[in-house]
């Protein structure tokens, strides 16, 4: 008998003939299903956090005090603060290699490519446009190359010295913070801070009564120091650069 086949008929024997097959031979499925081990290192780890395999605190930037402190030795050497011939030479080398635009003053824009690229600072800190921004401005006050406004807005050769100093330290002040944050929480609580007022005094900051500077420092009363707290404090009490400027 003869049966005539058209479009609709075609699909319909086509599509029983895949379930059929499909049926006889069904397709292998994996399902991963965890040890008892991993459910318990699952149910361990926190949401959202990330440690160390060594369990060390780590920063926002993801390097241990420890690490921060290894990197901060090689920075510390490449920084030319000395008031030596040595010194002053590789100063006059790296300002021309900072001057890019050859005006013979670096904008803070050149003077922040020049940290990143030339002197590669940024493997030391995440914050490298903050430190720069803060050093830059510190240096401006004491240097020469002022607007007919009376308002400073680059830095000369005269004050790059200046400049570099304060760099140094406002990288310090970093490891200074590692140091006394314990805790690795990005904050010095009091106790902290009462261990280590004896290295900051050291340093050159005039601490005084620890509790009564702790209290001065925490402009918000949190009960804890910030590293900007920090800072902004330790900027009014020794970040001056000792020495004589570069002669332009």
């Known amino acids: 008998m003869y049966i005539k086949h058209n479009s609709e008929t075609t699909l319909s024997i086509c ?4 379930v059929y097959t499909l049926f006889q031979n069904p397709p292998h499925i994996h399902i991963h299903t965890p040890t008892q081990d991993q459910q318990q290192q699952q149910q361990q780890q926190p949401m959202g956090c990330s440690t160390s395999s060594t369990g060390a605190p ?18 510390r050497a490449h920084l030319p603060r ?6 002053e ?13 050859g005006r013979e003053r670096l904008s803070y824009d050149e003077v922040l490519a020049g940290c990143r690229d030339v002197l590669h600072l940024e493997a030391f800190t995440a ?11 510190k240096a401006r006050e004491l240097g020469p190359a002022a607007t007919s406004e009376g308002r400073v807005d680059a830095v000369t050769f ?3 010295r200046l400049l570099l100093c304060y760099i140094y330290d406002y990288f310090e002040l970093t490891v200074l913070f590692d140091e006394a ?6 904050l010095i609580g009091r106790e902290e801070w009462e261990r280590a007022a004896p290295r900051i005094a050291a340093w050159g900051a005039a601490v005084g009564d620890a509790a009564a500077t702790f209290r001065a420092i925490d402009t918000n009363g949190s009960g804890s120091i910030t590293f900007d707290e920090f800072a902004a404090w330790a900027a009014a009490q020794k970040l001056e ?3 004589d400027q570069d002669k332009a």
Not at 89 to 98: D, H, M, S, W
């Open 82 to 87: 000395a008031s030596t011939p040595a010194d």
């Open 158 to 160: 005269a004050s790059f």
């Open 15 to 18: 599509f029983f003939s895949f």
């Open 127 to 137: 914050h490298l446009p903050d430190i720069v921004q803060r050093a830059f401005a």
């Open 241 to 243: 650069a000792e020495g």
């Open 89 to 101: 030479q590789r100063r006059v080398e790296l300002f021309q290699q900072f001057d890019k635009s």
């Open 181 to 186: 944050d314990t805790s690795g929480n990005m």
């Open 58 to 75: 780590k920063s926002t930037e993801g390097r241990t005090a420890a690490e921060r402190q290894t990197a901060w030795e090689g920075i």
